[in-house]
């Protein structure tokens, strides 16, 4: 079966074709280990976990690699202020090495419990100087770039189709740019491919370069390690959308013009997870630079499964903004506590011998293979449990279906709660006498409390009652 996927470079949905099948070669950005990933960040995981195994499902075999940024990304895209890593180590007492590595387990920890699968390849920025030393005098060996104060720069201007993945007016760009460029700079879009050290102070992380001590520029790694894992050309480059006209933009430039050709087939963005505005937020996209934002651990501390939010995320396709709530996440841990109740019902069953049932296998695979229709998808899992077939049959099904779902089909249990009821009720009776005291701010206390212990309490006409927080597994 044949996938359409959206490509950034075209514009159009067309028919995915390999460029050697039944091998994928497939790159995605990965993290900057400086801090946690937010779930606006583990949106685009998600849609990347789901676009691999699709693939899987249509007889590929993918090869993954993804980047661990944990050097040279600066605060901003003009090639100038701090190291992400270095603010993060001054702002945590560890060292940068520390900080990577604490951050990138705490990553790798997001996507277990999001149930991605890891790629066949991490490589690490810092592991791959010597890559990126040589893309950029392959660069510099074409006539590519030139030297300023600061550091070694890609010349934009010796490119006449740079800024194609977003079609940038770069006329435009350079007439009313507002930020002050880099003294040097001959162009707006010109970026850093490899900063020096400033002269009167040594830097956290530097490397000797033939062009004098220093560190590579974001882009660099990114397009020298795709082409030291998949070759000379990949078939996909995923990433979010705002990679489009910075960050892969830059990479295509100095890939193809090291390379002499095209580089990658198919570019694959997910769309931005915003805030829903609301009296706890002004709306608009989620951000570290803030030092405010929602992770996982969050919303377990909350009491959701961290599966709870990966269905959320199912509910809307990739390339659609998609705004959180608190009320949205309720409604994905209330259809996750429905299909477990629906799986726990059927399993019973199930021997291991039963086939899936092939006209909503069929539905399902139409709508994956459409553009990663996820929406489609799980409206195709609910109405094979309306389905008049034998309940082995369909929950052998669920289980195929859950090759590309993730949602952990074969591992829902019943909720079990280790908790003394007698501490539920002491806390609830503890909770009204706040609440009739007016002191507002213990009753949420204790709401909190009920909300690590998985139970979510209610506050109706007859009373205060409690249940298991819904989506927890």
Not at 48 to 68: I, P, S
Not at 105 to 116: C, I, S, Y
Not at 181 to 191: Q, R, S
Request: charged share 30%.
């Amino acid at each position: 079966m044949s996938m359409k996927l959206y490509n950034t470079m075209t514009r159009n949905v067309d028919e995915f074709t390999a460029i050697d099948p039944p091998l994928v070669r497939l790159y995605t950005c990965g993290p900057t280990v400086y801090n946690y990933a937010h779930i606006g960040n583990l949106r685009t995981y998600v849609f990347e976990d789901v676009l691999k195994r699709v693939l899987t499902m249509d007889g590929y075999k993918v090869k993954h690699v993804m980047n661990v940024t944990d050097v040279g990304h600066l605060v901003s895209d003009n090639d100038d202020g701090e190291d992400k890593m270095a603010l993060g180590a001054e702002r945590e007492g560890k060292t940068v090495w520390e900080l990577a590595e604490f951050y990138w387990e705490a990553f790798k920890k997001d996507m277990q419990r999001l149930n991605l699968i890891e790629p066949d390849v991490w490589c690490k920025a810092t592991d791959h100087i010597q890559e990126q030393i040589d893309q950029v005098r392959i660069l510099e060996e074409k006539g590519y770039t030139y030297i300023i104060a600061d550091g070694v720069y890609f010349d934009t201007s010796k490119l006449d189709d740079y800024g194609k993945l977003g079609r940038l007016d770069i006329a435009g760009l350079q007439a009313g740019h507002r930020v002050k460029m880099t003294e040097g700079k001959k162009n707006y879009t010109d970026f850093a491919l490899w900063k020096f050290s400033p002269a009167d102070q040594q830097r956290l992380m530097e490397w000797e370069s033939p062009w004098g001590m220093g560190f590579p520029g974001w882009h660099i790694e990114c397009s020298a390690m795709a082409v030291k894992y998949l070759g000379d050309r990949l078939d996909i480059h995923c990433g979010g959308v705002d990679h489009v006209n910075v960050h892969h933009t830059n990479e295509i430039a100095q890939a193809e013009c090291a390379l002499g050709h095209e580089w990658c087939n198919w570019w694959v963005h997910g769309e931005f997870l915003t805030m829903a505005k609301n009296e706890d937020s002004d709306g608009g996209k989620m951000s570290k630079s803030s030092g405010e934002f929602l992770t996982i651990d969050l919303l377990v501390k909350k009491g959701y499964d961290p599966l709870v939010y990966r269905y959320f995320l199912l509910n809307a396709h990739y390339r659609q903004q998609l705004a959180f709530s608190w009320d949205g996440l309720d409604s994905a841990a209330n259809a996750m506590s429905n299909l477990k109740r629906a799986v726990l019902e059927i399993r019973s069953s199930y021997t291991g011998g039963e086939q899936p049932l092939d006209e909503h296998m069929q539905k399902f695979r139409d709508a994956v293979n459409d553009d990663l229709a996820m929406p489609r998808g799980l409206a195709a899992m609910w109405g094979l449990l309306k389905a008049d077939a034998a309940p082995a049959e369909i929950y052998a099904t669920l289980l195929e279906m859950d090759k590309i779902l993730g949602l952990g089909i074969a591992d829902m249990q019943e909720d079990i709660l280790d908790v003394d009821p007698a501490e539920i009720e002491k806390l609830i009776e503890e909770r009204k006498t706040a609440r009739a005291e007016k002191n507002f701010a213990r009753a949420d206390e204790i709401r909190d409390i009920f909300a690590e212990m998985g139970i979510e309490v209610m506050d109706t006409a007859e009373g205060t009652t409690w249940r298991p927080l819904r989506g927890r597994q």
